[in-house]
């Protein structure tokens, strides 16, 4: 996990169209598309899976400018499937409140079923969350942090909020090479958490050590950043200072369009469906 961080950051600093697009302008366009796509009523499936699929080939043209491989997107999608699939997959037992009949296919063991309305709902539910996680993977690899901080500072962030992120993202990197480092350790003398050969107690202690230094480590790491930080002047009125910046004429004739489409897609399959009808 910690070596996927540091090669999403150099992947943020490749070169391509997307890449030098102004970190504003990707943030709209990926907050635009996520809240129009949840916006979509759950009780709508055809709606749902319609958007969500004009949204992701519209994600697919966007990713081709970035001129990175569909492999990391894959990889990286792949990666988070235990933090959303979990969701989705206890989804199927459950009766949600969009639905006010259920048919049951299976019935399982402990009065536990499965039903067809729950089902449809979980896929729903995955288009909505696949289509939302490719627009944060499209920010997240084409835009550097600090721009993406000094985008939000720049859009209204509030100066509490831009200090806070800008220690959390610059001591991020700074933890994840401290891990890097200890692993490191770990292996020039042999040791394996996951080598059976060794005893349980044994493994489980060493691991105990570890995120024991680690926390040591941090904490003293952050009471002498702390202590510079206020012997250079830093105190509860000291702000990140950001220079203003105007989009280029490009860039907004890019934003324009994109949000345009984003609003015109829902309304449209809307409408065709409403015709239908």
Same mark, same amino acid.
């Given at each position: ?9 150099r992947?943020? !600093?490749?070169?391509?169209?997307? %890449?030098r697009?102004?970190a504003?302008v990707?943030i709209v366009?990926?907050f ?8 979509v009523?759950y009780?709508d499936?055809?709606?749902? /899976?319609?958007?969500?699929?004009i949204?992701?080939?519209f $994600?697919?043209?966007?990713? /081709?400018?970035?001129?990175l491989? $569909?492999?990391?997107?894959l990889?990286? *999608?792949w ?7 979990i ?9 949600n ?5 259920? %048919?049951? &296919?299976l019935?399982l063991? @402990? ?9 449809? @709902?979980? *896929?729903?539910?995955? &288009?909505?969350?696949v289509? /939302?996680?490719?627009f944060?993977?499209? =920010? ?5 942090? %600090?721009?993406?901080?000094? #985008?939000?500072a720049?859009?209204?962030l509030?100066?509490?909020f831009a200090l806070?992120?800008g220690?959390?993202i610059?001591y991020? $990197?700074?933890?994840?090479?401290m ?6 350790m770990?292996a020039?003398r042999?040791?394996?958490?996951f080598? %059976?050969h ?7 202690r060493q691991? #105990? ?6 926390f040591?480590?941090? !904490?003293?790491?952050g009471?002498r ?5 206020? /012997?250079r #002047?830093?105190?509860r009125?000291s702000? *990140?200072?950001f220079?203003r ?5 490009a860039?907004?004739? @890019?934003?324009?369009?994109s949000l ?7 309304l449209?399959?809307w ?5 239908l =009808?």
């Amino acid at each position: 996990m910690i070596e996927e961080l540091f090669q999403i950051e150099r992947d943020a !600093y490749r070169d391509s169209i997307i %890449h030098r697009i102004d970190a504003r302008v990707k943030i709209v366009i990926a907050f635009a598309a996520i809240i129009a796509l949840v916006a979509v009523p759950y009780s709508d499936r055809d709606m749902v /899976c319609t958007v969500g699929v004009i949204f992701l080939a519209f $994600f697919a043209i966007l990713w /081709c400018f970035t001129q990175l491989p $569909f492999t990391i997107y894959l990889r990286r *999608l792949w990666a988070i499937i235990p933090l959303w699939g979990i969701i989705i997959f206890f989804q199927i037992f459950l009766k949600n409140r969009y639905y006010t009949e259920f %048919h049951p &296919v299976l019935s399982l063991p @402990f009065g536990i079923s499965i039903y067809a309305e729950s089902i449809e @709902f979980a *896929l729903i539910l995955l &288009v909505k969350f696949v289509v /939302c996680i490719s627009f944060i993977i499209l =920010l997240s690899s084409t835009t550097k942090m %600090h721009e993406m901080l000094e #985008g939000g500072a720049r859009m209204g962030l509030p100066a509490e909020f831009a200090l806070a992120l800008g220690m959390m993202i610059r001591y991020l $990197f700074v933890f994840g090479y401290m891990y890097r480092k200890v692993n490191e350790m770990l292996a020039t003398r042999c040791f394996d958490a996951f080598d %059976h050969h060794l005893p349980y107690r044994y493994r489980l202690r060493q691991i #105990g050590y570890t995120i024991g230094t680690m926390f040591i480590r941090s !904490y003293e790491q952050g009471e002498r950043v702390y202590i510079s930080m206020l /012997c250079r #002047g830093y105190g509860r009125e000291s702000y *990140l200072f950001f220079e203003r910046k105007p989009l280029k004429g490009a860039e907004w004739a @890019f934003l324009s369009v994109s949000l345009i489409f984003i609003a015109a897609v829902p309304l449209a399959v809307w409408l065709t469906s409403f015709r239908l =009808l």
